[in-house]
């Protein structure tokens, strides 16, 4: 009965969507808690450390769409498969390798790959695991780290601390990227490379030169001090990662992985302020793939009393340098601050943009408060990879987005997914025609 009401609400929903332009969405319940992934606190935009996301979704090779989320309590993971229409196939779920779900992603035979970590006081502890299970959730295969893991510089004592985690692959290449605190306090980057069939660790260890445009070593993790947010970007025969750092830099920052190859690194976008200050008044929104290199998007307002505006950067192939900033939103604050950026790669050179807006707010990234700032409405546009408008700013209103999950484009059907919690015990998953959003 749970399954066919369900479908109902999914087929109900996608006619709903189609009819008034909005996106298609599908929710279930669960009978468990689930962390916010929507800013329902209103001021989590302003905040200097993004938050691990707590619902995370992915576009399988076929067109369907993959959700998965814990429960963080019992420390149980839990897979939602759907149709390309949101009509849904099957669930699996099973405990936790150890810790708290950090990260998933999959393969083009169905393979599921996570990454769990946790907290520990002790150095020997292996406190990080890599699992992969097959099509049905049987595990076949596991790689644990211990919290001083070698080339860690000072080690893992709180995964996922201040920031995020990412998993992507490419090709055989599996690569996690996330935040954590070190033995010493400290907060920064780590992130390693596996090969996704043999497990083996393929990366050789952390590049931490952080001069503009320098290499790090051979096939070597870029690594940022107090990085606040984290993004990998695939693609074919590496990975690109960005950091919201503060520290050493203080700057978005980005670096092109290439196994056997010395890792490439351009600093972008510098903060003014001191060093470790927090406070960098931006917001990371993620990376994408152009013909001639890749489009970043953020926001940014330089200090507490300005609105903050959503904005592209664009690079070389070879990542040596780039372009100015391109703002495509001009918010006074009458209109409030641009939050929560998204972008994704759709077909034929164009790129979605999606954001929310607040009510403006000189509230400081340092301490937040628990009044809300209020949440205005979402919207979206598309440009090609110089920022040029291809489509009128369009409002898409009370859809929200995930804070730090990335929106994934399904080549089948020309959609762009997301799915998102926003009331602690169910789960929405939207499908979005950027042509008639």
């Not at 989590?44 to 993004?50: F, K, P, V």
């Not at 950091?243 to 203080?250: E, L, N, Q, S």
């Amino acid at each position: 009965m749970k399954r066919l009401f369900v479908c109902f609400l999914a087929a109900l929903l996608s006619a709903f969507g189609s009819l008034y332009g909005m996106p298609d969405s599908v929710s279930r319940e669960v009978e468990y808690s689930i962390r916010d992934s929507v800013d329902t606190i209103g001021n989590l935009y302003i905040r200097a450390w993004s938050r691990l996301p707590s619902v995370l979704t992915f576009v399988n090779e076929d067109g369907s769409v993959t959700v998965c989320t814990s429960d963080e309590e019992t420390k149980t993971t839990y897979v939602y498969e759907y149709s390309a229409g949101l009509e849904e196939q099957k669930t699996l779920d099973f405990e936790n390798e150890l810790g708290q779900l950090g990260a998933f992603t999959k393969d083009g035979e169905g393979n599921y790959y996570f990454f769990y970590g946790g907290r520990t006081t002790g150095r020997s502890v292996e406190n990080m695991a890599m699992v992969k299970r097959d099509r049905e959730g049987e595990q076949t295969k596991v790689f644990k780290l211990k919290a001083n893991t070698p080339s860690s510089m000072d080690g893992i004592r709180v995964p996922f601390d201040a920031g995020t985690c990412r998993l992507e692959l490419s090709g055989s290449m599996l690569a996690v990227y996330f935040a954590r605190e070190m033995f010493s306090g400290h907060q920064a980057s780590y992130g390693f490379a596996l090969d996704k069939d043999s497990f083996e660790r393929i990366d050789k260890g952390t590049a931490t030169k952080i001069i503009d445009n320098r290499t790090g070593g051979n096939t070597q993790i870029p690594y940022t001090s107090h990085s606040f947010n984290q993004f990998i970007l695939p693609f074919d025969g590496g990975f690109v990662f960005a950091d919201h750092g503060d520290a050493y830099p203080r700057c978005f920052t980005f670096a092109k992985f290439q196994r056997e190859s010395n890792t490439r690194r351009v600093h972008a976008f510098k903060f003014p302020g001191a060093v470790g200050r927090n406070a960098t008044y931006a917001e990371m929104g993620g990376l994408a793939k152009t013909p001639g290199g890749y489009i970043f998007a953020g926001t940014y307002g330089r200090v507490a009393g300005a609105p903050r505006n959503l904005f592209i950067l664009t690079f070389d192939e070879a990542l040596n340098a780039c372009t100015a900033p391109v703002y495509l939103t001009k918010y006074s604050k009458e209109d409030g601050h641009a939050g929560h950026p998204k972008i994704a790669a759709l077909d034929n050179d164009r790129y979605l943009l999606l954001w929310e807006r607040y009510r403006f707010s000189t509230q400081s990234a340092n301490s937040i408060s628990w009044s809300a700032t209020e949440y205005l409405s979402t919207y979206m546009l598309v440009i090609d990879e110089e920022g040029k408008a291809l489509s009128d700013i369009r409002e898409i209103e009370g859809v929200r987005l995930n804070m730090n999950d990335v929106l994934r484009y399904n080549r089948q059907n020309g959609k762009v997914y997301w799915a998102v919690n926003q009331d602690g015990t169910s789960v929405t998953l939207y499908a979005l025609d950027p042509e008639n959003g």
